[in-house]
């Protein structure tokens, strides 16, 4: 069971460039998200989306896009790569939609995706 | 506006028991008191969740004050390995739809040998 995996693990890109972060579970979750860590801070919301065919914006969603291509996977998408977006991406999934054995819609974590831009 | 307090650095000694405090003055009566741990750079990770009684699970133990303004994350016996930051976050419960979990600052927890 390999949970929450996030593809790439690391990436450089020059400013402008674009680029996608990949994103899947295998647990059946019904929601999904893309959280923004920078040096030091708390995680950020970027998007999210509660089920498949839905998303919508978090804290900080200028400067990305995301799709939900189905249910296990969320993309998220960097058009104009800026330096400002230097950081590390974590997606995550949770149990939602159904009363789970901890009862507390857990989020479960991937990783985490470690971009530069220059 | 913040929903939680919680000091920025602890330390524990190894094999003692690590008690985190976090403060949640304003949390209304649905919000649960929830706490995820992240070890170095990876994804954070669940520990416990609680709305007014005390729980505890394998992993630790959660102590809410009756008045619900406060609580205290204790993990019983600390190792190496539970050095990480530790995240107190209050939230209602979602069931149906996404969990917006805010994520603070966190209490950088650190297990001396």
């Known amino acids: 069971n390999a949970g929450v995996t996030q593809t790439p693990k690391f990436q450089v890109l020059k400013t402008g460039q674009s680029m996608t972060l990949q994103c899947a579970q295998d647990?059946?979750?019904?929601?999904m998200y893309w959280y923004r860590q920078d040096p030091g801070m708390g995680l950020r919301l970027i998007y999210y989306?509660?089920?498949?065919?839905?998303?919508d914006k978090g804290e900080v969603p200028n400067g990305y896009n995301v799709s939900r291509l189905n249910k296990r996977e969320f993309s998220l998408r960097l058009e104009s790569a800026a330096p400002s977006q230097t950081s590390v991406y974590f997606c995550?999934?949770?149990?939602?939609?159904?009363?789970?054995?901890?009862?507390?819609?857990?989020?479960?974590f991937g990783a985490g995706s470690r971009l530069t831009v220059l | 506006d913040a929903k939680t307090t919680q000091p920025p650095s602890m330390d524990c000694a190894e094999g003692r028991a690590a008690n985190l405090p976090c403060n949640h003055s304003?949390?209304?009566?649905?919000?649960?008191v929830y706490w995820y741990r992240q070890i170095h750079s990876q994804g954070p990770q669940y520990i416990i969740h609680?709305?007014?009684n005390n729980e505890t699970n394998e992993m630790a133990s959660l102590i809410i004050t009756e008045d619900r303004k406060s609580s205290t994350l204790i993990l019983p016996h600390a190792t190496l390995r539970d050095t990480a930051v530790y995240y107190c976050?209050?939230?209602?419960?979602?069931?149906?739809?996404?969990?917006?979990?805010?994520f603070g600052q966190g209490t950088r927890l650190t297990i001396n040998p």
């Open positions: 995550a999934s949770s149990e939602s939609g159904h009363e789970t054995t901890r009862g507390a819609n857990v989020l479960t």
């Open positions: 989306s509660a089920s498949e065919g839905t998303t």
């Open positions: 976050i209050v939230d209602r419960l979602i069931i149906q739809g996404a969990q917006k979990l805010v």
């Open positions: 609680g709305l007014k």
């Open positions: 647990m059946n979750h019904n929601s």
């Open positions: 304003t949390i209304s009566g649905n919000e649960y």
